[in-house]
């Protein structure tokens, strides 16, 4: 049992407060009267709300199997248009003189939907492009069509990359070379003067200032991309004496993704803000200033300056850029540039649900123990009975040492051939009796000892679930990153099972024991008793940025059933596209297997076994109709 009071009928509303549902979800998750999750792109309206219950029925009615990943192209369509505009606002506010232009970094979420609908909503903005490789120039190039928005391209950039980007100028695009390295410069002035071209030139530096958060090291002196300022202004000097110093336009710098703290963004930007006004006296016309991404996403709800929040709203945020710029500029008398930012994580990360059912469910629970053990009992569980029939607020400490010791001995004894498989059995039960009483008593200390702070991770069931964590949530994995991860119905009734959560790969870090709390990390997610005849479905929200493109193919799961999903105006929902997950030929494809090698060389086994008469030839049918099956099957779990 999950330590929350139940006063009461379980209400909807303990449901939001437990999942932290108001604090993380920017009013686009809600939970409806019948314990729903539901999705709204436009929350000031209420009739538009959809359950996502009603969306995982059409999909399973038309075939896909979990896990599906959702794309709601509404809330992407809503994050870029509250983006833009709380830009427009700050800057007419704050009588700002110049113009703001976002770019989406392509690297946050490749796919070509993404692209595509990013472009297409994106338009009436003027919301344009970042990229950092040839690849991601040309999947850019292939959406584009608003040739007043920008293209900047980042990375290093090599003859080619080079050429693409000088065509894309000669198409009329406003597209920007951003120096990285300074040998960059020259490729750029003999690709420009061999094919007539003029560059538009931006310059990326390292900034001193730093940030906290997962990715400290994008920034700072010792950061791996941008120029020093000895770089710079040798850049500079080069572009003088090749008279191309009128090509020189938008200075950038990237200060990392997912920063927290809104006191490094505006130090960087005072920092970037006075190199601006060096390069204007410097002679170049400059006109564009690129802020980079790092606009957070408040993944717990707990508006903090911790790693998987931000302490800053968006209008803040927006705000304090526009002040920031206007305080350099102004006392240095020159004029405002064309701001831009590349947010891409926060404009995607709503944007897409990962929904998965639960397969199994392991539970570490209390079972009957008699009061009294058979008198030819071993020792070693004798003292662990007795142990755990001590147990109270004041022994607990003791109790759970003598617990693991007289465990432990009792494993050795079995080890050695000493005891059986029946007395290790008895032992074990005791000792989870224990371990789950203790866990009781703790709540009922005012201070419980340090060691059994996480008591309850100890007795916390397993919840199987039917997904990849490598694959789906790869950053939970590498970098410990927190998703929120809710039921996506039942939440009227009271769950009171406390879970972690595994994967189907067999791997050990296939797991997620960590989960968000407006307060600190919570070690095990509340969730409701499986039922017999009803599967139980499980959201991961905020997945939209990078996790899709980072996952691997780990244990062979490839790619999730993917469903774009548009809300309509009067509340329903179309299946606008899906795209089908990887089949399990496709995965061995990828890994190198031919398809045709390893069904001969299977034929060939199977054909043995017929010849070796352990089969009979219609067996050897059956067997290779299944084979087959199973290669164009998904990867995952199947029903
Ligand atoms: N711009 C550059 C150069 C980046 O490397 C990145 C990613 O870290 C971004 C923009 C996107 O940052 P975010 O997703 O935090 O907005």
């Not at 009267?33 to 999705?39: K, L, N, P, Q």
């Not at 479905?537 to 899709?548: K, P, R, S, W």
């Amino acid at each position: 049992m999950n330590n929350i009071e139940i006063l009461g009928r379980w209400t909807k509303e303990k449901s939001e407060d437990l999942y932290n549902i108001k604090n993380w979800s920017a009013n686009y998750f809600s939970i409806s009267d019948t314990g729903e999750v539901m999705v709204n792109p436009e929350p000031e309206n209420k009739d538009r709300a959809v359950s996502v219950m009603d969306i995982i029925k059409g999909v399973s009615d038309r075939g896909l199997d979990m896990p599906v990943l959702l794309r709601f192209e509404n809330l992407l369509d809503a994050q870029i248009s509250y983006l833009n505009n709380t830009f427009k606002n700050a800057m007419k506010e704050l009588d700002y003189k110049g113009e703001y232009r976002g770019v989406y970094p392509i690297k946050v979420n490749q796919q070509q939907q993404v692209v595509e609908e990013v472009a297409k909503y994106g338009q009436r903005y003027h919301h344009g492009f970042e990229v950092g490789s040839k690849a991601e120039l040309i999947a850019a190039l292939s959406e584009i069509n608003d040739k007043e928005s920008c293209l900047i391209c980042n990375g290093y950039k090599d003859e080619e990359f080079i050429d693409l980007g000088l065509h894309a100028v000669m198409l009329g695009f406003n597209c920007f070379f951003v120096i990285e390295m300074p040998d960059e410069l020259e490729i750029i002035l003999n690709r420009a003067k061999a094919l007539g071209v003029k560059p538009n030139i931006g310059v990326r530096i390292k900034l001193s200032s730093s940030a906290g958060g997962h990715w400290t090291e994008s920034s700072g002196d010792r950061s791996i991309f941008g120029l020093s300022i000895t770089q710079l202004t040798n850049v500079i000097d080069s572009l003088k004496e090749n008279d191309m110093l009128d090509c020189l336009k938008l200075l950038h710098y990237h200060l990392g993704s997912q920063i927290p703290n809104i006191r490094d963004i505006r130090s960087a930007i005072l920092e970037a803000t006075r190199v601006y006004v060096e390069l204007v006296k410097e002679g170049a016309p400059m006109g564009y200033l690129d802020l980079g991404g790092g606009l957070a996403v408040d993944y717990d709800g707990s508006k903090t300056n911790y790693a998987s929040s931000r302490n800053y709203s968006v209008n803040e945020y927006c705000v304090d850029l526009v002040e920031a710029v206007m305080l350099t500029l102004d006392s240095g008398g020159v004029e405002h540039p064309t701001i831009i930012t590349e947010s891409g994580r926060w404009l995607v990360a709503y944007y897409s649900i990962l929904i998965f059912n639960v397969l199994d469910v392991t539970k570490f629970e209390k079972t009957e123990i008699a009061d009294k053990l058979d008198d030819d009992t071993c020792e070693a569980i004798k003292n662990l009975h007795e142990s755990n029939q001590m147990i109270s607020p004041k022994t607990i400490q003791e109790c759970y040492n003598d617990a693991l010791y007289y465990r432990d001995q009792v494993n050795d004894l079995f080890k050695q051939g000493k005891i059986g498989l029946r007395e290790r059995s008895l032992s074990e039960k005791i000792f989870w009796n224990s371990i789950n009483r203790i866990a009781e008593t703790k709540k009922k200390v005012r201070f419980a000892p340090a060691e059994l702070v996480d008591i309850e991770r100890a007795v916390a069931d397993i919840y199987y679930c039917n997904f990849s964590v490598f694959q789906s949530l790869p950053d939970n994995w590498a970098i410990d990153q927190l998703f929120p991860i809710m039921p996506l119905h039942r939440l009227d009734e009271y769950p009171r099972r406390d879970a972690v959560i595994a994967d189907i790969t067999c791997d050990c870090d296939g797991k997620i024991d960590k989960f968000i709390d407006s307060h600190d990390i919570k070690q095990s997610l509340a969730l409701h008793e499986l039922k017999e005849d009803e599967e139980y479905y499980l959201g991961a929200f905020l997945v939209g940025a990078y996790q899709e493109t980072l996952g691997d193919l780990h244990n062979l799961f490839g790619d999730t059933n993917v469903v774009s999903v548009s809300i309509t105006e009067n509340g329903d929902f179309d299946l606008a596209s899906e795209t089908l997950g990887d089949t399990v030929a496709d995965v061995l494809s990828y890994v190198e297997y031919d398809m045709h090698d390893i069904r001969k060389h299977f034929r060939e086994t199977a054909e043995r076994a017929v010849k070796d008469g352990l089969i009979t030839p219609k067996q050897r049918r059956e067997i290779m109709k299944s084979y087959d099956e199973g290669l164009s099957g998904y990867t995952y779990y199947e029903k």
